[in-house]
């Protein structure tokens, strides 16, 4: 053997012996600099900039950032969330920014939330003390319009691409037990033409399928929407007379371990549907790191790994901005047996980089939509 | 063996081979974060897949992990080349402690070599496979092994001496 492969032997053999073992260690975190002063300061003035513009002084209060966000380029405004009926925007350097648009007090506690273009937001709420609930519109400018009454409990609600369709799913009762403890049995899913005012329902999901997270392909061909850890795609063009399938059932963790649960689907612009993945650590029911992994919707198939959460908290929705080029995940600590959730935190990912939390730790952390 | 009864032992073949397969993704890749990634995919393209022995489960995923590393390291060769200073990876405290200087010149001069050859090194001189193996793990002929390994060592000893 020559000098060069005994030293490449050598070599080799102690640098595998450096790599962390641990299936879930994240060791680009660390080791990427973070000498970024400038920027940390720059960054929250320029996202108040850029936000003020952006709504317009007249209609929402500007607040100064309370403190610096992570630092890095990519939009100021990351999303928009949904807390207690008020539409807040989220910046990277303020979680919780300016209102955007608030729910009036008569439509009660709002459930969820979707926006196509940012200005208008359609909510659903749900009639305090029954199971009936409301969907309406709400705008910057402070002014409401209700679409509809519905006779059942929504569980999930997404406006299309384009604005011309709302999809929107209702728990309704008919049969045992119930998807919506007390509300419901069975879970319809409708698509309004918001133009024509009329429906195409997909009727018959079984109660043990809420039909919750609905996302709309870039398309506006394709509703996915996630159950009790199982993942569906309705083709809106086709015939609403067949109850679609899940396609991604849970499965077994092939780390070992317990199972692993797929969750909160979106689509990116490309057509390809994500799915957030939790899998059961060996021996516990506490959850491993949150991956996002392409999915076939056809076979079930997962695919490549868009990103991971960089600890070990268990996902809860998923957004991708219209580009594909930012996400934002709501991840919580919590057990799969315990859906209470106990500290919920959001992370901001974009493509070739590690997600970064964006928000402190909360309990009111809701969905958050693009 | 059936579908079902391959799922029910990968969790075997995690626990045997991950190590080993992460390694061997960190060396042809060098870089943690897509080693994990690349192994990850790997097994989860193993899952559903009826391979009917242990012995080619593993050689399915070894070959999974040096054909996705190949993809990947020519996306990071481009994306290296527009990277800011900031987001360089600087090693880790492992590496740091771990390796001497003239074992990390190696890995440096390894670094440069086009990912077949690469691959080549580390699957003959740290997985310790003969040229057949070698073959059939990256999926060429054991003349291109004999090939891939020449120019490798050649390209490696002119880096070695020109840092000298």
Known sequence: MTDVETRLRDA???RASSVPHDPYAYGAIARRRANRRFTRLAAPIAAVAATAALVGAATVTVRFPERAGPAGGGPARLGVLLENGRALVVERANPRGPVLAQSPPEYGEVDDLSTADGETFYAAAGRKGTCASVLFTMTADGRSTKLLDVAGAVTGLAVSPDGQRLAYAVAVRRGTPDAIPGCGTIVDVHVRDLATRTEKVWRGYLGVTPAQHLTWSADGRYLA????????RIDTTAPATRRPKAFLDNFRNPYGGGLCFPRAPGYLPTGELVVLVDCENAGTD???TSRAVVVDPVTGRLGRVVFRLPNKLESHWLAFD????NALVGAGKSTFRDVNTRYNVVYWWQPGKQPRRVSDASKSWERVVW | MAPREQEAGLPALFNAHYRRLLA???????DQATAEDLVQEAFARLHGRALDDPDRALAYLRSTVLN???SRLRRLRTARKHQRPDDELVPSPEEDV?????????LDALR???PRQRQALVLRYWEDMNEAQVAGAMGVSAGAVKSHTARGLAALRRRLEATR
């Open chain 2, 112 to 114: 440069t070599l086009a």
């Open chain 1, 12 to 14: 080799l053999s102690v």
């Open chain 1, 225 to 232: 929407h996630d159950g009790v850890f199982d993942v569906s």
């Open chain 2, 98 to 106: 771990i390796l001497r200087a003239d074992q990390r010149a190696v």
């Open chain 1, 322 to 325: 219209r580009t594909g080029e």
């Open chain 2, 24 to 30: 061997l993704a960190v060396l042809v890749t060098d």
């Open chain 1, 286 to 288: 506490d959850p491993t």
């Open chain 2, 68 to 70: 996705l590393s190949r």
